[in-house]
């Protein structure tokens, strides 16, 4: 491991990254609160001005897996759907089997100019994390209880409320519902096989409401919809910890265009049409098993500097206080809490590199 493999995993870079992204993701939330005026008088203005904040604290993270993890992104597309992406509202339908495909999923946000914009379905728990679930709040994210006879109402209202929205975004679905194990595989296809329907090898069932009740919503906002599938090379399982860790990844990425007007409109044969595309799905991610490589060529985007630009700039801002204070402690603390606070550093940075030491 060279010097700079060395020094991503050591304590203290960790302690700063994670404060940096604290401080300037609660200063951001302070900001959106203060924009609340705004709201009243132009709120599409307001809504512009909430993307570029949002994109201050996103695109922290997407730096973190691009620059310093130096994660790579390959994306398999068909260049004929290509110019498209980024000119217009999608809804994205993704595979939800890793700890940071949320995260690959903002990359790609970046590059195409739509993270600052960019919706998803969640549940209604991230909407109390600090830092992101306070800011998807002014984002106009909309979130779900999973339990339907709730979320019909609130969703739609939801969903309906964003038809204006002055940017172009995606609008994630996880239609798995919950992240992927073996334990959730097997109930969801015994569901399956009560329901009659074919049975999945890399999927859950999907949940169809979510999916029909926003192409309903959306239709005339949104154009298409872009079946994504994700995986990662070698059988790589890549943990936001890893990416901290600065351990590279390779995602591999596969994105069909589908007009959203070639969708049916009916709900029975929407959840038909859904069921059908996981059959697809599924053959995708079995070829990738078998052969490393989704179909198709190959045009990636090339990642941009803004992202890390952003974060040199929070960097910046925030560690001049902080340097300041430690200045000043060494100055004016006495011997023991000079001694302490050294030894404090010295020894969570060993015990963390006793972990990250040796990589994962
Ligand atoms: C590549 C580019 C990427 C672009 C990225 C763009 C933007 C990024 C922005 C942000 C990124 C941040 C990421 C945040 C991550 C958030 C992740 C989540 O929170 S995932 C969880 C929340 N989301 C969802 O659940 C969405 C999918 N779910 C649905 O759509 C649901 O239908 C629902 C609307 C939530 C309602 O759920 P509920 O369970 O109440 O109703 P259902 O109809 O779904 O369920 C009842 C129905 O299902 C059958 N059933 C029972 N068990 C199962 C099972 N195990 N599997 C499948 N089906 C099951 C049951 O029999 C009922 O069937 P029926 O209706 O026929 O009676
Ligand atoms: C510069 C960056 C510094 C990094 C510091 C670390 C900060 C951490 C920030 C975390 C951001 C979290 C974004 C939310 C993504 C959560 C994904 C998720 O939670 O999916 C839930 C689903 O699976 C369903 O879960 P289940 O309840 O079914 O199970």
Known sequence: MGFFGLLKTQFLCHLVICYVFLVSGLIINVLQLCMLPLWWINKQLARRVNCRLAYCVSSQMVALLEWWSGTECTLYTDPESYPFYGKENAIVILNHNFEIDFLCGWTFCERFGVLGSSKVLAKKELAYMPVIGWMWYFLEIVFCKRKWEEDRKTVVESLQRIQDYPENFWFLLYCEGTRFTEKKHKISMEVAEKKGLPKLKHHLLPRTKGFCVTAQNLRGTV?????????????????????????KYHA???VRRIPLDTVPENEPECAAWLHQLYQEKDVFQEQYS???RFPGPIVTPPRRAWPLLNWLFWICLLLCPLCLLLLQLFHSGSAVTVVTTAVLCVAGNGGWGVKWGGGE
């Open 223 to 247: 154009t298409a919809v872009y079946d994504s599938t994700l995986n990662f090379r070698n059988n790589q399982t890549p943990t936001l910890l890893g990416v901290l860790n600065g351990k």
């Open 252 to 254: 591999d990425l596969y």
């Open 290 to 292: 078998q052969t490393g």
